[in-house]
């Protein structure tokens, strides 16, 4: 009998583009593109079709590519200087006023916000969307007033958003939102309505709102 031993010949370890992805590998990713997308390296649009990409992966070679070009989360990536171009911090102005009796007010698309807006609304309606807007400063305090009216207020959802205020009849709401950059602009909502409506919430990305059509048209086969 031959007793002789033969080395055990180590296993060659298969390649990444044969590896096939877990669960976890793509959830990793997943991560990572979604930390790219509220650093604004990516924009929705890019970041949907990466996301959409990930979920049809079947090996760990096929995820590789789709961060490659993004650093890892925590990373220290970040540019050094300010994401955001403050102007002198508590720097005075006159206050942007927008008023709706009767009629409606809007202020949207790409427009620099100062630090302080007020918004008045009887009989009327007023949208302030922000998730366009540049900020000239990183507190903005808008005082919102709404009497038989509405004032609907928008704010992207990588910012701040604070405020309290009181509704007499009426609807006063401040979807609370802290954002994890500690240099992000934090907007504070104050006021009150009287049979009206106050509202200041995060609007959605444009990718949340593709996903939820195609899970309805996905449940409506």
């Known amino acids: ?19 096939r992805a877990s669960d976890a590998d793509r959830d990793r990713i997943a991560d990572i593109l ?8 990516l924009t929705a649009e890019e970041h949907g079709e990466r ?32 994401p955001y171009a403050y102007g002198p911090e508590g720097a005075s102005g006159p206050a942007d006023n927008l008023v709706a009796v009767f009629s409606s007010s809007t202020r949207k698309g790409r427009w620099r916000v100062g630090g302080r807006t007020n918004a008045f609304s009887l009989f009327g309606s007023v949208e302030i969307d922000l998730t366009e807007a540049l900020f000239g400063q990183r507190l903005t305090v808008i005082n919102a007033t709404s009497i038989f009216g509405s004032v609907e207020i928008r704010v992207p959802e990588t910012i701040s ?36 409506s106050v509202e200041a919430k995060p609007k959605r990305g444009k990718f949340i709102a593709d996903l939820q059509d195609r899970l309805r048209k996905h449940l409506g086969h």
Not at 36 to 41: Q, S, Y
Not at 162 to 188: C, H, K, Q
């Open 34 to 41: 979604r930390e790219a997308m509220v650093e604004g390296r």
């Open 51 to 82: 996301v959409d990409a990930v979920y049809r992966a079947k090996t760990v070679g096929e995820l590789e590519p789709l961060v490659r070009d993004l650093p890892a989360p925590g990373g220290s990536a970040r540019p050094s200087a300010a």
């Open 161 to 196: 958003l604070r405020g309290s205020g009181t509704g007499i009849f009426g609807n006063f709401e401040v979807v609370t939102l802290e954002s994890g950059d500690p240099e992000a602009p934090v907007v504070v909502v104050n006021g009150y309505s009287v049979f009206g």
């Open 1 to 19: 009998m031959d007793l002789e031993k033969h080395p055990q010949q180590p296993t060659a370890r298969a390649e990444p583009d044969v590896i």
